[in-house]
């Protein structure tokens, strides 16, 4: 039949093995596929987090493979850079770079001898041909092509005979002639494309390796991969794929398009400088990575329900196919701030001071009356105002915490309450105040509050609390003066005050 519709979805080709059993034996088998050419961003995570959750959510294996047939745009260090972005995630891989599976090496440089096998395989069918033209001879194809103001396609000069492949011309793909393709996609639903993309394309390069095209059609293959999970820039080439499926006679596996990236507004796509961040940037600003992953399993993904925090397994148990949008899913960094502040509660105490202490820059450190103890007194406080350790690092730049770690300069008017008309006013309540915290129980904000509260009331609280917590921090905004006395300690609180009426 000339220029058939083929309808892959309904997977009715004939000599179409469709058992699609996996040599691992999973049910589910997913790969993320990076090509080793840099860091990883926040697209490429996406998609290996999406993968990795669906292939645990049913048991089943997740694949790291490295795609590494581009030898000129590889870049020295980044399979290290990937397995480090992951592992920091959480995204553990079943067979990896480090890892080789019962199917042999994740690397495809590795591979060679498998793609050249089923090279060959397509060439004894007829359906592969080494390219015998010299870049000329193309040239002259192309200028021919224009000048008759027809589309130059490579189809149309197919050699009638060929010498033996040595492999080390580039392989040409003999593409069925097809005017539509129909394929089923998980996500996307029944998605179809026209003839316009199909040429004859180059399998195997003259270099030894396999395009992109070929190798990761044989080892979804010999992988066992049973749901290929990926962005939609891969939707257009999805008739080439579908045709070379049918030459190698090979099951085809779900496919599973993950929706787009878009920017804070969820309009536009993510702009490139945004999403060209690395991964590990957000390590280093003090992300936790359970806030990254769960803010990353969010853009696409919507689990329903008014839960937006998932722990632990539970976003494991929570990810399913059916939920993952159509639709772009926006990337809203103020959304990861705020879920980085809900898993930094989380954490136990110690774990939440360390964080904060690990924040502080040296300058802080510098400072005469520096300690851990107090630094990890202040944690609470300042993790209330501040979402990651950029923004703490930034605050104690902006002197925020310095009062803790050094006695201020004090400007007296400051002390002056808003009721008062000179701040002389404010030193008396201050004198009593100091005789209160003599007894006051320092072990907690809450002690120290239960010292000096009655009084408080009874002269007004702002007219004691405003003077105390100035003389305490010489500054106009500050935690309140509980939580500075417990901070600083009953020494340095008294000193501090004393300092001031004197
Ligand atoms: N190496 C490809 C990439 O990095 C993988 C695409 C796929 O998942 O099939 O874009």
């Known amino acids: ?39 990883l961003h926040i697209g490429g995570v996406r998609t290996a987090l999406f993968a990795y959750l669906f292939a645990k959510k049913h048991g089943g294996e997740f694949i790291l493979r490295i795609e590494d047939t581009d030898k000129n745009r590889e870049v020295e260090g980044s399979i290290a850079h990937i397995q480090e972005s992951l592992e920091w995630l959480g995204i553990t891989w079943d067979y990896g770079p480090d890892k080789p599976g019962p199917f042999g090496s994740c690397l495809q ?19 592969a041909y080494p390219d015998p033209y010299t870049a000329d001879e193309v040239a002259g194809f192309r200028a021919a092509a224009e000048a008759e103001k027809r589309p130059f396609l490579f189809r149309n000069h197919r050699p009638e005979t060929f010498a033996e492949w040595d492999g080390t011309q580039p392989l040409r793909f003999k593409v069925a002639t ?31 390796f396999p395009t992109y095209n070929f190798a990761h059609i044989v080892d979804d293959h010999e992988m066992g991969v049973t749901h290929v999970m990926r962005g939609e820039e891969f939707i257009a080439s999805m008739p080439k794929f579908l045709s070379l499926y049918e030459a190698l006679g090979l099951p085809l596996p779900k496919f599973v398009t993950l929706p787009p990236i878009m920017g804070p507004d969820g309009k536009k796509k993510l702009s490139k400088r945004d999403g060209a961040k690395d991964l590990l940037e957000y390590r280093t600003d003090g992300y936790l990575p359970e806030a990254m992953r769960n803010f990353l399993a969010l853009i696409g993904w919507n689990p329903g329900g008014e839960q937006e925090l998932f722990p632990g397994e539970e976003l494991v148990e929570a990810f399913s196919l059916e939920r993952i949008q159509k639709s772009g899913g926006a990337f809203n960094e103020e959304k990861l701030k705020w879920m980085n502040k809900g898993y930094l509660a989380l954490l136990p105490q110690t774990e939440r001071e360390q964080y904060f202490v690990d924040a502080l820059p040296a300058t802080i450190r510098s400072l005469p009356q520096f300690s851990l103890e107090r630094a990890a007194k ?33 400007p007296k008017e400051l002390l002056k309450w808003k009721n008062d008309d000179s701040f002389e006013q404010a030193l008396p309540r201050l004198k009593n105040a100091l005789k209160l915290l003599q007894n006051a129980d320092f072990g907690s904000p809450e002690g120290v509050k239960a010292a000096l509260w009655e009084y408080a009331e009874e002269v007004g609280k702002g007219e004691l609390l405003w003077p105390l917590r100035v003389a305490l921090t010489g500054r106009e905004r500050s935690p309140d003066p509980f939580v500075c006395s417990w901070v600083l300690g009953q020494e340095e609180t008294m000193t501090r005050v004393n300092g001031v009426i004197i």
């Not at 000599?15 to 034996?25: L, R």
């Not at 005017?179 to 399998?203: K, P, T």
């Open 109 to 127: 440089s590795d591979r060679l001898e498998v793609y050249r096998r089923y090279a060959q395989t397509l060439i004894e069918k007829g359906l």
């Open 378 to 410: 202040l944690t609470d406080t300042a993790l209330e105002r501040t979402h990651n350790q950029v923004e703490i690092r930034e605050a104690a730049e902006a002197g925020e915490y310095d009062w803790a770690f050094a006695a201020p300069e004090v």
């Open 178 to 208: 097809i005017q539509r393709s129909e394929w089923h996609d998980e996500v996307r639903g029944d998605l179809s494309a026209g003839e316009e993309m199909l040429d004859d394309f180059i399998i195997m390069k003259a270099d030894g």
């Open 1 to 39: 039949m000339e220029n058939p519709i083929r309808d892959f979805s309904a997977q009715s080709l004939q000599n179409m093995d469709t058992s699609n059993q996996n040599p691992n034996g999973a049910s589910v088998v997913t790969r993320f596929a990076p090509s080793p050419t840099g860091f």
